[in-house]
């Protein structure tokens, strides 16, 4: 697999629901960034935790980093359609500083 | 806020043509990037900039080339495009140093005929 690596491919909930989405990396990472797109436009920063940081929260975003298993996730609370984007992790590498982009996980809140 | 801009949001051109695309970004970055982005494979990284009229090459820099004369403006140049050039193309910039937080572009949809 590669670095970065998001899970699920897609996901269809109701809004109101949370949405999770996993993230799985290979190597040591610095931080580890999640990113929305909105259909055909470019990515936006939602959040970043940094690889001594377990837990983060802003607005109704929460995200979570295991370093021993190499995995973080993106849990939104409370979805409403404007969620509805593809998410991507973006792992910074510790050993050049490179920041690897997972292919995304394409949500869709529906009403 | 950090503002990134691209010339063009859609882009079509001939097999064979010179293309450009330009990226201008206001606020500083040292950084800056080119991606592509096709369906299932995710974005993946033509070349980036960490300084004026320096360059490195990213994962598929085949076939494209870049140019920063200016440390706002990062441009892509097609020399001779080709139908498998027709993607989504993304700029981006960053500080220089951790956490390489990317500001990014609204992207330019080409289409190679």
């Known amino acids: 697999s590669q670095q970065g690596e998001e899970d699920p491919q897609a996901l269809s909930i109701q809004e109101g629901e949370n949405a999770t989405m996993n993230c799985s990396y290979k190597t040591s990472i610095n931080n580890l960034q999640w990113y929305r797109q909105n259909s055909g436009r470019g990515l936006v920063h939602l959040i970043l935790i940094r690889s001594n940081e377990r837990e983060k929260h802003s607005g109704r975003l929460r995200v979570t980093l295991d370093t021993s298993k190499k995995s973080s996730s993106l849990l939104i609370t409370a979805s409403r359609a404007a969620d509805t984007a593809s998410y991507f992790c973006?792992?910074?590498?510790?050993?050049?500083?490179?920041?690897?982009f997972g292919k995304g996980t394409r949500l869709h809140i529906l009403p | 806020d950090v503002k990134v801009t691209q010339s063009s949001r859609y882009l079509v051109k001939r097999t064979g043509e010179k293309v450009f695309l330009e990226c201008v970004q206001d606020?500083?970055?040292?950084?800056m990037f080119w991606y592509r982005q096709d369906p299932g494979l995710g974005l993946r990284l033509i070349y980036f900039s960490y300084d004026v009229k320096m360059k490195e090459k990213g994962d598929i820099p085949e076939g494209y080339s870049v140019s920063r004369e200016k440390k706002e403006r990062f441009s892509l140049i097609l020399e001779s495009a080709s139908t498998n050039q027709t993607s989504m193309y993304l700029c981006?910039?960053?500080?220089?140093?951790?956490?390489?937080?990317?500001?990014f572009g609204p992207g330019t949809r080409l289409t190679v005929l």
């Open positions: 981006a910039s960053s500080l220089t140093g951790l956490p390489y937080t990317q500001y």
């Open positions: 973006a792992s910074v590498l510790n050993r050049d500083d490179k920041i690897i």
């Open positions: 606020m500083d970055h040292e950084n």
